[in-house]
C-alpha cells in the first residue's frame, strides 16, 4: 500500500511558518519520505526527504515522527511564491516509481 | 543548476497519428521515467528506464507506448496510434539512483488529441 494521507488544503499567511502534516501509518522499514511540490502549471519539484531522523535544507525542514507513521513538512517563512500542492510519498523497496496522491493544496495570504 | 528539459511544450495532435515528446535528462543522471497527469488529476507513473531497458511500467503504458533513448542525451515517449484519452501533461523525470534518491522533474509537455 503506497498511500499516504494529507490534508486536501491548509492556509497560511506570507512570512509564517507553516506544518504540512502527512499520515503513512503502514511505512515499511525501508521506506524513505519524500516530498515534493507541484507550483502552478509546473512539474514536481523535488523538496526533502528522510529516513528516520529530522533533515533540513534550503528549502524546509522534515520532522519525522519517532515511529515513523507520519511526519510533517515545515516550512519555516513562507513566500507567495511557495503556494503549491505538497505531496508527501513513501518510496522504497522494490520499485523506482513514484505514486502521488492528491497532496495538500497550501494557499499563503499576503 | 543543471535541469530536465522537454520539447515541445506544447503539442497538438489529431486522434490516431504518432507523437513523439522529447526530454533531455540531466547529464550525470541514469534513471529516466516518464509521468502524466491528466487535467485536475493525480500525476500518473508511466514507466521507469535503466540501462537501455525498461525497468518498470504501469498499466497505462500499453502496446501505443514506446520509450528510447537514442543517443547519449535525449530520452523520448513515442505514442503511436494517439487517443483523445491521451491528452494530459507528460513529464519526463531523472535521478542519479534508484529507489531512495530523487527524481528531477521537466517542465511538461502539454499533449492536446483533437
Known sequence: DAKTTQPNSMESNEEE???????????????????????????????????????????????????????????????????????CLKYGGATNKLIFGTGTLLAVQP | EPEVTQTPSHQVTQMGQEVILRCVPISNHLYFYWYRQILGQKVEFLVSFYNNEISEKSEIFDDQFSVERPDGSNFTLKIRSTKLEDSAMYFCASSVGQRTYEQYFGPGTRLTVT
Open chain 1, 17 to 87: 511558518p507553516v506544518h504540512l502534516p502527512c499520515n503513512h501509518s503502514t511505512i515499511s522499514g525501508t521506506d524513505y519520505i519524500h516530498w515534493y511540490r507541484q507550483l502552478p502549471s509546473q512539474g514536481p519539484e523535488y523538496v526533502i526527504h528522510g529516513l528516520t531522523s529530522n533533515v533540513n535544507n534550503r528549502m524546509a525542514s522534515l520532522a519525522i515522527a519517532e515511529d515513523r507513521k507520519s511526519s510533517t513538512l515545515i516550512l519555516h517563512r513562507a513566500t507567495l511564491r511557495d503556494a503549491a500542492v505538497y505531496y
